[in-house]
């Protein structure tokens, strides 16, 4: 018999599609296993605060297509401080609650796994971040959603790009990682993806550009991860009007656009996998570590190992896109 009756469960950090399919699994798989379920508002902030309530299976009727999240989400300051997490165990332990499952990115399970190891509290995780910068799953909950959102703005600002012949640098989002960038590449046909992963001079560029300007078409796509190492859409679109003032050069950051919508199938799949394995994991006293799905095999991830920040790029890939847009 486990001692967990009761599990908490909270979203953090930047929303991602696919935050509610897992949070209506963690709370249905918890109370289809005889648990408690305390959802908390606003992250770790309501956790701070105590702002808390109780879940039955219908407070998550309806929700599975939705994107956002319905627990609200917040990046807490506070929380990174000893006093601020003092006063999180506190609430927990007012509110009975035995285990926490947090959903959220890098920084959601880099504050599980300091408050955890100080706390010696059950943690598990469940990867939800557009960006899949997690190491040890394949892809995180919201990654596909945001793919196909680029790749469908993508598809718009082409034709844009094809009727006035011009080049568009496109940013998109990833904090520090090239995972959209490259993917929403190779699903829009652009000519070239600019990640942090990998250094692009200009006049490396210059030559990629040329090759979309060669093909029958007259324009050409660039998608730029932002990130102060490839310096941004804005910045390279600066520099390569100044190399090359031939190219009529225009420049969009898709920003936000990307973290909403309705979740695709795959990422309401993924986040009812995992969910329902977080409660497993708790139940089989699993405690820091990270739901992933690798080779569509469900495995715990310990914190240290998710959150390391060196979940690899597959170069293989821009090799593809080398030669598809030549
Ligand atoms: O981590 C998810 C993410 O969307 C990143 O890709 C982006 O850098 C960041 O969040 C933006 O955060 P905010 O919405 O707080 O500006």
């Known amino acids: 018999m486990s001692a967990i009756k009761c599990i908490g469960i909270l979203t953090s950090g930047g929303d991602a599609p696919g935050m509610n399919a897992a949070i209506r699994a963690v709370t249905r798989a918890a109370i289809y296993n005889g648990l408690d379920v305390k959802a908390i508002y606003r992250g770790y902030k309501g956790l701070i605060t105590g702002e808390i309530k109780q879940f039955k299976t219908q407070n998550v009727s ?102 006035h012949e011009r080049l568009f640098f496109i940013e998109v989002m990833g904090r520090d990682a090239g995972f959209l960038a490259l993917n929403g590449a190779i699903a829009s046909g652009a000519e070239a993806a600019i990640i942090p992963e990998i250094a692009t001079e200009v006049d490396q560029l210059g030559e990629l550009i040329k090759n979309g300007f060669r093909k029958s078409k007259n324009s050409s796509i660039v998608l730029v991860a932002e990130s102060p190492t490839t310096g941004g859409a804005m910045a390279l679109a600066e520099r390569v009007k100044n190399e090359f003032p031939q190219y009529d050069v225009r420049v969009t950051i898709l920003g936000h656009i990307q973290r909403g919508g309705s979740p695709t199938a795959n990422d309401r799949i993924l986040a009812s996998r995992m969910g329902a394995a977080a409660i497993d994991a708790l139940l089989e ?37 080398r030669i598809l847009s030549t």
Do not use: W
């Open 62 to 163: 309806n929700i599975i297509q939705q994107g956002g999240t319905i627990l609200k989400t917040a990046r807490c300051q506070e929380f990174m401080t000893v006093e601020g997490r003092q006063l999180a165990y506190d609430t927990l332990q007012r509110e009975k609650i035995d285990a926490l499952v947090t959903i959220g990115g890098d920084g959601t399970l880099s504050g599980a796994r300091i408050f955890a190891t100080e706390h010696d509290y059950p943690i598990v995780g469940i990867p939800g971040t557009i960006d899949n910068d997690l190491f040890g799953t394949d892809t995180t909950i919201g990654y596909d959603t945001a793919l196909n959102t680029i790749m469908d703005a993508v598809d718009k600002i082409r034709d844009t790009a094809t009727s």
């Open 285 to 321: 006293e699993q405690r820091n570590v990270m739901i992933g799905i690798r080779n569509d095999q469900i495995e715990y991830v310990p914190f240290n190992k998710a959150i390391k920040n060196d979940k690899p790029i597959n170069r293989d890939l821009l090799n593809t896109l």
